[in-house]
């Protein structure tokens, strides 16, 4: 099984490969760099989902051969308590589509002035916490949870719950009248 994740993130080809290896033997995924058609830092919901399936449309443009695409952008969004992170994560084998968005979690208000001023959550995240990259490691989630859950993780969990049409095909048919 062919799997094109739409990013070269590290984290994001491990979270592929580990969510789609829970349910599928023998797997082969390989990153590839697409546009988001988003902003860099998405600032919403729906402009996240829509940078993961812009990132699946622009993989399976480049890999028609592949058996499936994969999408997955992380966001946020500003509520009352303050700027919340998240990721979507948008599956297709060309015919039909998984969506599933992770858990999400508050970011610090030091994390959160950075990105009001203009910085990625990576960035900003590597200015306080004096990382370098971590958006291609643990990232904010694991640098605020000591490591305990990391951003593969948090992605991984979405991944398998977007296999959830995939896996039960007989369900998600389109209802006839």
């Not at 995924?29 to 699946?56: F, H, I, K, W, Y």
């Not at 992380?74 to 990721?87: Q, Y």
């Not at 994560?89 to 599933?100: L, P, Y």
Request: charged share 20%.
């Amino acid at each position: 099984m062919k799997i094109i994740v739409a990013s070269q993130n590290p984290v994001k080809i491990n979270a592929a490969s580990e969510g789609f290896g829970a349910f599928f033997d023998p797997v082969t995924v390989t990153g590839v760099s697409v546009e988001s058609g988003v902003s860099d830092q998405p600032m919403s919901d729906e402009e996240t989902l829509d940078g993961a399936r812009n990132r699946v449309a622009n993989a399976r443009k480049l890999f028609p051969e592949a058996d499936f695409w994969i999408g997955i952008e992380g966001g946020l969004h500003r509520e009352k308590e303050g700027l919340v992170a998240f990721a979507w994560v948008v599956i297709s084998d060309g015919s039909q589509k998984g969506e599933s968005r992770t858990t999400s979690f508050l970011l610090p208000p030091k994390v959160a002035v950075l990105i009001d001023n203009g910085y990625e959550l990576g960035i900003a995240n590597d200015m306080v916490f004096k990382q370098h990259n971590s958006k291609q490691k643990s990232g904010a989630v694991g640098l605020l949870t000591g490591d305990k859950i990391d951003r593969t993780q948090l992605y991984r969990q979405a991944v398998q719950l977007a296999l959830i049409p995939f896996l039960n095909k007989e369900l998600y048919l389109p209802i006839s009248q």
